[in-house]
Structure formats: structure tokens, C-alpha cells
């Protein structure tokens, strides 16, 4: 090859890489041309890092955008979090749910422990792998989503912002029972869960035990509606350790708050007013 054909070959080269917007490896070109002059790499290589190095670009460009999609609070990363610290999480249970495959199955998980146990964290961490894997997920807390709902609602869109709501294949929903639903909070929710029940997955996460639920949403028909949909094809996770947030300054704290909590999952038995003895846990609790 002639030394004009050859640079012709490149100004097509260059013309091809911006026709195909592929920034990158056109920024890589004239670097990866010398390092073939130079007899650093022969042109199967050459074609392998222009290639790979356009792909990482896309990759992280896709990957931030999907984040941004997903209204994630902050990025958490399984790597991030210490399981030495939370001795009552089995990993290999959370690992197993890093696979993803309860998103493929359309399965519920919920993540249940006090406050600063890592709830939060690792629903975020498993919403990020799904959306390295390419899924598509929605991040909101409860408190927000009854909201929208709402007002969805008020403006004659509600079927509309459900069937948005169904669209991502994971959503999780955080910060269930830190604040008390607002009245018909509950039956918009369960109206989400009813239209996304078999088809998409979700993470749940609460500080409360599904005892409570009744007395979160207000209504314990409700709230036993929920709960089957949301207990038929779950995964619970009970979280049984002390916050990490206050671990630099658990000394300071009164022993109620240092202990490890616990928190019953136990659905609750029967609809209606609830017994003496359940009232009576329940104010315990
Ligand atoms: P929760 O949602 O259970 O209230 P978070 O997940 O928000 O708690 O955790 C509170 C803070 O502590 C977050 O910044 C989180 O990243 C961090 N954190 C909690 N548990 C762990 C852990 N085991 N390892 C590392 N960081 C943790
Ligand atoms: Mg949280």
C-alpha cells in the first residue's frame, strides 16, 4: 500500500468512526495507528482496543443515564457493605439476590430491620446491579409513591401512572412505616402492587414487622390485602443488628437503643379489630 492510499484509508477510517458515533475510538486512532508503526501491536489488536474502549464509553454512558432513570438516592454497591458489621445477614443470601434471578421470577423481597441496619444500602446496591445487567428499575420511597398516586388521582391520570409504574422490571419501594400512609394511601398502593403482582419484581424495605402494616396503612384490610400479593412469591430478609450510622457513638446511647432489635415478620392472622394481646405488643413495639 502507497503512502496516499494508506491515509486515505484512514480519512475513511476517521469518516466511518463519525458516522457511526463512535467518539472514543476515534479520539484513540491516531494513538492506536503509531503504537501499529511502531510494531507495539499488529491490527487484529488495534481493531480489539478501538472496539473495547468504544464499549466501556457506551457502557458507563448507559449505565449512568439508567442510574439517573432510576431515581436513586445515592449509588451503593454490594462491595460497599460490611457484612462483618451485621452478623445476622446471611451474604450468601444477598449474593444469591445480586444474581438477580428474582427479577426474572417477579418476586418480592423485603428487607426488614430497625433503623441504620443497611436496608436502604443494599436495596440500592441490588438496584444498581440490576441496572449494570441492563434492567430497567424505579426507586422511590412509600411516602413519595402514595403521593404521586395521589395526585395522579386527583387529576384523573391514575391508570396512566400505574401502568408507568409497571414498566421498569424492578422497583423498589423504601421506607415503609416511617411515616403513617396518608388516608386511601394504602389502596392506591395496593393498587400498584395488584397490577404489578406476577409480572414485576419489587424490593420492599420497612422498619416495621408485617404485624404492623395494618396500623401503618391505617387499615388493616388493607393491609392483609397487601400482604398477600406481597408474601406470595417473596424473599424476607430479617436484618437483627444495631445501627450503623450511631456505631461510632453507640456508647453514648441508652441501652434500649444499642441492643439489637428484633422484629416480628409474622403477617398479620385475622382482619379486624386486633386482639388484647396483639394491642398490647403492638404498643410495645
Ligand atoms: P436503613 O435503611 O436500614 O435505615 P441505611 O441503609 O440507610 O439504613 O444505612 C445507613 C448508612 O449506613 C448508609 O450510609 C449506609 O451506606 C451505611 N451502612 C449501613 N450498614 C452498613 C454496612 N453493614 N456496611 C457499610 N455501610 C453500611
Ligand atoms: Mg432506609
Redesign the pocket.
Known sequence: MTLSTSSARVDNIRHSLVGLKMPRALEMLDATLRQIEQGQIDGIEAIDVLLTEELFLRENRRIKAALRMARLP?V?TIA????S??PSLDRNRIMALAGLDFIDRAEVVH?L????????????ALAVEAVRAGKSVYFIPLADLVAILAKAEREGTLREKIRFLCRCSLLVV??IGYLPVTPGGGNLFFQLVNARYEKGAMIL?S?RGFAEWGEVFGDPVVATALLDRLLHHAVVVQ?EGS???MRQHASLLPDTMRTTSHITPNPPKRRGRPSAKEKHDQDQG
Not at 80 to 83: A, I, N, V
Not at 113 to 124: C, Q, V
Open positions: 445515592v451503593k460497599g457493605f460490611d457484612f458489621f451485621q428487607l430491620g430497625p433503623p441504620g441496619t443497611g436496608k436502604s444500602h443494599l436495596a440500592t423504601d421506607e424495605t422498619n436484618i445501627s450503623y450510622r
